[in-house]
């Protein structure tokens, strides 16, 4: 037996996604963006409402994209429900750090170990399409072989069921790999 639900947008994992943007006086904004994913090998899509986020991204035409951890969930959840428009410097008030990224005209928030660095490819009807141009991580999340390990990401999900915040956990299989078993 099942229950329906009727139309819902239950999209699981949900990354936790905060979007990194500079305004005119180049100060900083972040926004937790819940609504997104990958569009193709090299682009990120992005569904957004009008916010400080749109009008920068409109400004700049670029932007970074960090996955939150669960460090800083707080963190996380702060810039997604503080608005840049009425705390004009709100990255100052919760403590995120910031760095300029060397790819485009857009702050990388240090205290999240993974970020892409994207230019705009369209941004119509909220509808962001982004390209990413570099990706970087914080050497603590690498393996031996310097790639970034999975596991010391921490990353978070949205549950948009109960509004809650997961963390990441085990593998359970081998992509590519485990259904080579039906084969024999």
């Not at 239950?10 to 500079?22: H, N």
């Not at 009008?50 to 969930?73: I, P, Q, S, W, Y």
Request: glycine share 8%.
């Amino acid at each position: 037996m099942r229950k329906d639900f009727g139309k819902q947008n239950w999209f699981f994992p949900e990354p936790v996604l905060i979007i990194g943007t500079y305004d005119e006086d180049e100060t900083p904004n972040a926004m937790n963006a819940a609504w997104g994913g990958i569009w193709d090998f090299d682009k990120v899509y992005i569904s957004l409402s009008e916010h400080k986020t749109t009008k920068n991204l409109r400004l700049k035409k670029c932007f970074t994209l960090a996955f939150a951890d669960a460090k800083h969930v707080v963190e996380a959840d702060y810039v997604g429900i503080v608005s840049g428009n009425q705390v004009k410097d709100k990255i100052a008030k919760c403590g995120l750090k910031t760095q300029k990224s060397n790819f485009v005209d857009a702050p990388i928030f240090t205290d999240f170990p993974l970020c892409f660095e994207c230019v705009v490819d369209s941004f119509e009807d909220g509808n962001l399409i982004g390209r990413i141009v570099n990706t970087s991580a914080d050497e603590s999340v690498l393996d031996n072989d310097g790639k970034v390990d999975i596991f010391k990401l921490n990353l978070i999900t949205y549950e948009p069921i109960t509004h809650k915040y997961l963390k990441l956990g085990e593998a359970v299989g081998q992509a590519f790999s485990d259904g080579r078993k039906l084969n024999k």
